[in-house]
């Protein structure tokens, strides 16, 4: 069995929900954290789609989920309006 990826998404708008969609289908990845402004809406999305592993935690509190060494791909989506570019930034981590 390949190494699982452990993951972090950052925001989960319109386009971190298309990340989360793709991502859940990945079969060696865990999402570990959904980092959000919607805490609410974050909980609600780890519990309809049975993400047990997954932590949900408010964009103030993020710099614990930088600490975590099961992490290898963090992902983050940053929405500028009223522009509305998009960019999507992915940090790869070698372990």
């Known amino acids: 069995m390949s190494k699982q990826l452990g993951l972090a ?3 989960i708008g319109k386009a971190g929900m298309i990340h989360l969609m793709n991502l859940l ?3 060696r990845a865990v ?3 959904i980092v959000e402004r919607d805490v609410d809406k974050a909980k609600d999305i ?3 789609y049975h993400m047990r592993d997954s ?3 408010s964009i103030d509190d993020a710099s614990q989920v930088y600490q975590d060494d099961r992490l290898s791909v963090m992902n983050y989506d940053v929405y500028r309006t009223p522009r509305r570019a ?3 930034l992915l940090i790869l ?3």
Do not use: D, N, P, S
């Open 55 to 57: 932590t949900v935690v």
């Open 86 to 88: 998009v960019a999507v």
């Open 9 to 11: 998404l950052f925001g």
């Open 25 to 27: 289908r990945i079969e």
């Open 31 to 33: 999402i570990y954290y």
């Open 93 to 95: 981590h070698c372990h």
């Open 46 to 48: 780890v519990q309809k």
